[in-house]
């Protein structure tokens, strides 16, 4: 099987299983879709979102780390934020009003959940050990902190897979997005079982 | 007497969702940590009846920290909350003395009664 067709099945099972595990967290209908997996050119890639890269968003970046290696970005707009830290709190949506620390934590406990998630299917579909780092939580411009992902993310090649995923929330209209960037050599092994 | 808990996570958000089950619950909330060495520290300090405890939190994480409490006090009784659902980190957890595991997300009742659990065990080892 061809690696891209590979990553491409094993992100769709675990993406699958985060939208369930975010629909229990929030306690809304919460899906994630796939919207694109391929090898891109960091040039390429990174002119694109610079696009918009004045939009003030968050992001929780984190490395999951193992017997497979991948990077991983969660950003949401600002404004968006403050709409799952209701949700996380139980709160009446509109009683968070500005960014602070609890809706960086917000924040933060998401990308540790979505990623841990992803690294459970990953070990159980392989049996093998996959943790998700400590998230760095960021409230900055999406342009410079998707700059910073690809920078951390790619190594010193030219172009990257690629995972982008996009969310639909039940009773709120939420932007946010996750991007994965799988190391793809330590993905060869994998494909054994299969 | 109201039973005394410890709360170690690195997420403000995440004590606070604890926080608010526990209280309500009847629980009394006696410190919050937000990694593990603050944890062995508040747990020498504080002497709680239980200590709840992620697993990812930066310096010491929930791993060495349940091992590191216990090594102080062996009665200890600490509850691992993590979002980790994996074969090796759960066995490492369980040989290393940990009461219970809940998985992140997870319903209030989960807690409740992993809490009561934990607790009554120690009163039976007690009585035993």
Redesign the interface.
Known sequence: MEINRFIEMVVKQSIDRASQ?LS??LRAGAKIELKSLAAVDISQVTESMMAEGDKEVMGCMLDMDGDIQCKFLFIINAKDALIF?DL??RNNLGTTKKID??SE??I??LG??LS??I??SF??DF?I??????PVVFNDFLGGIFSNFIFEGSGQKDSIWLVQAKFLVVRVQIECAMFLIPHTESFFHLQNPI | MKSRILIVDDASIMRRILKNILVINGYEVVGEASNGEEALDLYKKLKPDLVTMDIVMPQVNGIQALKNILEYDKNAKVIMISVIDQRHALKEVIDAGACDFILKPFENERIISAIEDCLNRETKNIQD
């Open positions: 595990v229990k967290t830290t996380m709190l620390t609890v934590s917000a933060q406990e540790n959940i841990g998630c690294s459970n070990s159980k049996d050990s996959v943790m998700p780092s400590v």
